[in-house]
C-alpha cells in the first residue's frame, strides 16, 4: 500500500513532506517567480518526482518560460488560458488556449508569452534520463525574443547566468484565471 504524503506549510506555500501520493491546491502550493514568469512546481526540496516532472507557469506577454534548449527525454505543453508563441526547430508558431505542444526528445524548443495578457502553461517532462541532458542552442527566432543564447552550452549556469535569481513565493491572487 503506498502511504500518503504529508504536506508541509512553509512561507512560500504547502510542499510534500515525503514519499508517497498527495492532493495540493496549485493556489496553495509553493511558488517561485523570476524572469521567467511565476512557476509552481509541486515538489519540495526533498521530494523530487522520479519519473515524471509537472508544473504551471503564467508568463506575461513577451516573458519567455526559459532559454531554447532541447532535452534528452520527451516534454509536452498544455496551454490552457491566454495566447503564447512557441519557437521550436528555428520556427515560430502562435498558440491558444488548448493547444498541445509535442516534443519528442531532441526537440529544441521555448515557449513565450503573447497576446494581451498573461497566458497559462501546464508543463510535462520525463525524468528519467542521465546527466547528458541536453544542450542550450543558439537560434535566431529564440534571441529576436529574449529567450536564446548567444553560444552553444549544456550548462543551466552558463545560460541563465546574466539573470537575477528567482524567489520562491506564496500564489498571489489573480495569477491563474478562473475556468469554467
Known amino acids: ?16 513532506a515525503g514519499e508517497g501520493w498527495f492532493v495540493v491546491n496549485t493556489r496553495e502550493a509553493r511558488w517561485r517567480e523570476d524572469s521567467f514568469g511565476k512557476v509552481c512546481f509541486y515538489e519540495g526540496d526533498g521530494t523530487r518526482f522520479g519519473q515524471l516532472g509537472v508544473n504551471v507557469s503564467v508568463l506575461e506577454p513577451g516573458q519567455p518560460a526559459c532559454m531554447y534548449h532541447w532535452e534528452d527525454e520527451q516534454e509536452d505543453f498544455l496551454l490552457v488560458a491566454g495566447e503564447a508563441l512557441l519557437i521550436v526547430e528555428g520556427q515560430e508558431r502562435p498558440l491558444r488556449a488548448w493547444d498541445l505542444v509535442h516534443c519528442p526528445p531532441r526537440t529544441q524548443h521555448v515557449i513565450v508569452g503573447a497576446g494581451d495578457g498573461p497566458c497559462v502553461i501546464v508543463a510535462v517532462g520525463s525524468r528519467t534520463g542521465n546527466d547528458d541532458w541536453g544542450a542550450y542552442t543558439v537560434d535566431d527566432a529564440a534571441l529576436r525574443h529574449g529567450a536564446g543564447v548567444e553560444q552553444e552550452t549544456a550548462s543551466p549556469a552558463e545560460a541563465y547566468g546574466r539573470f537575477p535569481p528567482g524567489a520562491f513565493t506564496r500564489y498571489r491572487d489573480g495569477w491563474l484565471p478562473e475556468l469554467g
Request: net charge negative.
Open 1 to 16: 500500500m503506498v502511504p500518503e504524503a504529508p504536506l508541509e506549510q512553509t512561507e512560500h506555500g504547502l510542499v510534500p
